[in-house]
């Protein structure tokens, strides 16, 4: 169903406080929250907090909360409540049973954004895989959320019209998605190995929701002497705007080109099973020669959502990778965020600012391992040298009596593709053999 279709949903957002046990701040939690409701299509109408030691088995925030919560949703005429924190089917129908409306938690929430924005077939398919996997052990405890498939917020997405198939069918389905995924890994593994094979380096931005990954992908389009702006990426200022992977060759003023990867933006408490659907995207950061962690640096809670970050990035085994930190949408800021790094750099994706220091950066991280060569190119092999004039930054160029002299700095895989047609006074020469 269209989101656009549907009536506004009147939410009534429940978060509860651990205290000294809570990973993330609850007030910054809860305007997250907000925002990701918004991005759903509801009108959030009152946000409640529990502060309590520990989670109550039963209706997860104590029956006295329960009934200011109901008070709420009466005095506020809501019809959908949501809870910043994942439950268990029991506890949605014991709260449906008290509050009289359809109850929902942060997973189904993200699960529906996901469901509305996931527009390619692998997205489709990833989205599904977790929406099922989330309501599979829930089957008996989902109450109205249940019984109005296709009602709203929560049970949107391509799985809508399988969500009350039995627990047998259900992982059936699950198992064929996943073998559509896995088969699409294929693709994707032959993609990246073809890329390697050619020595194209691949650079993946990652980072928090709404950071600007892909307004700073579609900066580096414009840069890029591809000149391909077709190939611009959908952004928009609001949260999980991109939840495809997009590739786009980037080639720069002196021919260096790499392969630049969109991927899809974290949030705090992004539900496991979303990660896990997710990994075959995000294992394009697992790919990457370099990783720029992308920063909203005007955001009050930009350090939690770096720590975020670096937390999905470990649980993928991708923290170890050669990353550049990248403090996005400085335009907004009239003081910077002070960071003693080198590796930090501050940028506008919307002014360009930033962005010459930002790509001698990457081209430091990404071609250091480059070689200076003089090739002799018989004149029968002509396709060689116009690759090579075409792909290189030539450094002189020299028509001898056996063929064309070029001297240039290549990649390692052209180097060893080429290495017959090197001669004697290659620059560097013996540092290089070193090195090789």
Do not use: W
Request: glycine share 6%; with cysteine.
């Amino acid at each position: 169903m269209d989101s656009g279709q549907l009536s506004i949903q009147r939410a009534v957002l429940v978060g509860l406080s651990l205290g000294v046990k809570d990973t993330v701040d609850i007030e910054s939690s809860m305007q997250e929250l907000a925002e990701l409701a918004r991005a759903a299509g509801a009108e959030v109408v009152d946000s409640l907090i529990q502060n309590k030691a520990s989670v109550e088995a039963t209706t997860f925030i104590g029956t006295g909360k329960v009934e200011e919560v109901r008070i709420a949703v009466l005095a506020y005429d809501a019809n959908l409540v949501i809870f910043n924190d994942e439950l268990s089917g029991a506890q949605i129908r014991n709260l449906e049973g008290m509050l009289d409306v359809k109850v929902i938690d942060r997973t189904a929430l993200i699960l529906d954004i996901f469901a509305v924005r996931a527009q390619t077939k692998i997205a489709k398919l990833q989205v599904e895989l977790a929406q099922l996997r989330y309501r599979l052990p829930r089957l008996t405890g989902l109450g109205k959320s249940m019984s109005r498939t296709g009602g709203g917020i929560g049970t949107r997405g391509p799985g809508e019209q399988k969500l009350e198939i039995d627990r047998r069918r259900i992982q059936e389905r699950i198992d064929d998605i996943r073998r559509q995924i896995k088969e699409t890994e294929k693709n994707r593994t032959v993609q990246r190995q073809l890329r390697e094979k050619n020595g194209i380096p691949i650079v993946a931005l990652v980072g928090y929701t709404n950071a600007g990954k892909s307004s700073i992908m579609n900066r580096f389009i414009e840069i890029s002497e591809v000149g391909e702006m077709e190939k611009q990426v959908f952004e928009k200022d609001m949260l999980f705007a991109t939840l495809d992977t997009y590739n786009r060759r980037i080639v720069l003023t002196d021919k260096k080109e790499f392969v630049l990867t969109d991927t899809v933006g974290f949030v705090s408490k992004l539900p496991h099973s979303l990660v896990d659907a997710f990994k075959a995207t995000l294992e394009e950061a697992l790919s990457a020669d370099l990783l720029l962690h992308v920063v909203d640096a005007s955001d009050a809670h930009y350090e939690m959502q770096m720590t975020v970050t670096h937390q999905v990035l470990r649980e993928l085994k991708a923290h170890e990778k050669t990353q550049l930190t990248l403090f996005n949408k400085i335009d907004k800021l009239d003081i910077l965020p002070q960071r003693g790094d080198n590796q930090v750099f501050y940028i506008s994706a919307k002014t360009g600012t930033g962005f010459e220091a930002l790509i001698e950066a990457i081209k430091k991280q990404l071609f250091k391992d480059m070689v200076p060569v003089n090739f002799v190119i018989p004149y029968s092999e002509g396709g060689i040298a116009s690759y090579l004039c075409e792909t290189y930054e030539v450094d002189a160029l020299d028509y001898t009596e056996t063929g064309t002299s070029i001297k240039t700095t290549v990649n390692q895989a052209d180097y060893h593709r080429y290495a017959q047609y090197l001669v004697s006074d290659r620059i560097n020469e013996g540092d290089d053999d070193e090195k090789l």
